[in-house]
């Protein structure tokens, strides 16, 4: 069996890769797991030096990481090297914050001395998505060799090369063999992999299907799981927002990656009094997006990653259309080789259509009419996922209300558009999934953090 790559704007084979058997998934494994045994004891200074290292590896080969990103998954040659170096960011991030996260938390009782101590549980299986293929995994890998667990690559199937030249940064920056492996393997295999005594944890960005799944295994086997899943993002147009602002902070969310975010802007919630403004000035931004090569710095959007995905999201587009929703500009397939879809914007989309209740993963933007502010904030929580939402006001203290207690989402912005940093906590509530990644909140997900009472 071969995993194939295969370029999104040709449909071209760029390689085979040959699966990984039984036996190469069972060493591998037993590698990464006796590298556990040394890996946990060095010092954390040391760690702190090597992921330094990876940071400057990656910024060394920032072109062909781009490169990679590019022709495997469609991601803008600009975006494309904006993710590596998002990448080098967070492994400075934990090696320069890791030390002071990791240390000993005093707790006052009646013991000479008590502490929690956080201690690293082991080999970690990270399941990750094509849409950022360096970043969803350096979010994870950074801070779990910080802490002294090691982690093991299970990528999207259409990624491979990316794949491989994740564990090679780690191979080049001077880490230990074997501390990070890629498991070459199809999601079939998943599941024994999780049950596997070695394993002692399992991370996954991917669809609520996906994260149901490997929910009901891990919890089968009492193995802690966080999960960053699918998101339908509200974003609340309030009557006193700056609306050119808005307009820009919005089309900029919804189409970056081509629209393939689980955390993109995809709803978005206008209050009557500003619907036809925002309505008109966002479609004509819309309609300026220029659609094309991801190589050719001057297009803003490249393809997406499958045709299958194209279709997809055609499919979600003429059903929302055929229920009500006005086609404002793109909504169809381009005759053109590639996987390309244009920016769309669907107009009064209402409750009952597609475009109101699924995410929507590609460049199509749904407008929601709101009556007032009441009902916006209704609207935006009128969805089972809970991943990321923002809320456009010029009045600070009411979006700050709104996006602290009033939107139900694991990340809420105020007069910006939704996108993870290091430096803060990053997940969802709901079917979006649970735990978090990055921040400090991060690093403790796989933490045993270990009370300790001496007398």
Not at 313 to 334: C, D
Not at 411 to 420: A, G, L, Q
Request: proline share 4%.
């Amino acid at each position: 069996m071969f995993l194939k790559s295969i370029n999104p704007a040709t449909g071209e084979v760029i390689r085979e890769y040959e699966e990984f058997h039984s036996d190469e998934i069972n060493n591998a494994i037993e590698a990464n797991f006796q590298a556990y045994k040394l890996w946990r004891k060095e010092s954390i200074n040391k760690r702190s030096e090597l992921l330094l290292r990876a940071a400057q590896v990656l910024r060394d080969k920032q072109e062909g990481l781009a490169f990679n990103i590019t022709v495997e998954m469609g991601k803008n040659i600009t975006e494309a090297r904006a993710e590596v170096e998002k990448c080098a960011k967070v492994c400075e991030f934990y090696a320069e914050n890791g030390p002071e996260f990791l240390k000993k938390e005093s707790i006052q009782t009646e013991a000479q001395q008590s502490y929690a101590s956080m201690q690293p549980i082991g080999p970690i299986l990270a399941i990750m998505p094509w849409n950022f293929p360096l970043w969803q995994v350096f979010r994870f890998a950074a801070p779990t060799l910080m802490a002294g667990n090691v982690g093991l690559l299970k990528h999207a199937s259409n990624v491979p090369g990316c794949a491989l030249a994740i564990e090679n940064v780690f191979v080049e920056a001077g880490f230990p063999k074997d501390v990070f492996r890629t498991l070459l393997i199809r999601s079939s295999k998943v599941e024994k992999i999780i049950g596997d005594k070695r394993i002692k944890a399992v991370t996954l960005t991917g669809s609520t299907p996906a994260g149901k799944a490997v929910a009901a295994t891990a919890g089968k086997h009492l193995k802690k799981c966080v999960l960053e899943l699918g998101g339908s993002d509200p974003y609340l147009i309030l009557k006193d927002a700056n609306i050119d602002e808005a307009v820009d902070a919005c089309v900029a969310g919804r189409i970056l990656n081509a629209g393939q975010s689980c955390i993109g802007a995809k709803r978005f919630i206008i209050v009557d009094e500003v619907y036809d403004e925002f309505a008109t000035k966002f479609t004509d931004k819309m309609r300026d997006i220029t659609l094309g090569d991801p190589f050719d710095e001057s297009k803003n959007m490249g393809p997406m990653a499958r045709s299958t995905f194209r279709e997809d999201i055609h499919r979600q587009v003429e059903n929302s259309v055929n229920k009500g929703a006005k086609l404002l500009t793109g909504g169809y397939i381009p005759n053109r080789d590639g996987a390309y879809y244009p920016a769309t914007v669907l107009g009064d989309v209402q409750e009952g259509m597609v475009a109101y209740h699924e995410e929507l993963f590609g460049p199509v933007a749904s407008l929601i009419r709101a009556k007032d502010e009441a009902d916006a904030i209704h609207i935006a929580n009128d969805t089972v996922f809970g991943l990321g939402a923002a809320v456009f006001t010029q009045n600070i203290e009411k979006g700050q209300r709104i996006a602290e207690y009033e939107l139900e989402a694991g990340c809420c912005f105020v007069n910006d558009f939704v996108r993870s940093d290091p430096r803060m906590p990053f997940g969802g509530v709901k079917e979006s999934g649970y735990g978090r990644e990055l921040s400090h909140h991060g690093m403790m997900e796989f933490m045993n953090i270990k009370g300790v009472y001496i007398k």
